[in-house]
């Protein structure tokens, strides 16, 4: 439920859940339930959640937008290394206007080497019922 006014938060439900988890939550299988660097992308009738663990995973989470003071449901992985230096953090998540696209960046470690740090970009163009493409 959304408050009468920004200036009335006595009027605002009860806190409730980022992340209600559902029978596609993904994060516990990895391990880790931490998350880091949270986006969200919303059109005229859903909302994306966009967040990456610092090990590997970029994940996405969804609901609608009439029920986005209620949480996300349905995270899924996304993108995924093996070399968890290679999704590490500092994700970004950018629409691209109107088209319905959006731009992914990650920050990697190149941990093989010198440690520099550099990031990784991704563009999606469209949302399918199993999420980006």
Known sequence: MRAPAVGAPGDLDRAAPLLRGGAADRRREQGRDGWLDLWTICDATDC???????????????????????????TAIV????????????SDVYRLGDSGGCLMIVEALAVASDWRRYFRAWTLTAWTASGPR
């Open 79 to 90: 993108l995924e290394d093996a070399d968890r230096f290679w999704l590490f953090e500092a």
């Open 48 to 74: 994306h959640l966009f967040f990456s663990d610092g090990n590997g995973h970029m994940y996405r989470s969804q609901t609608t937008a009439a029920e986005l003071a209620e949480g996300f449901d349905d």
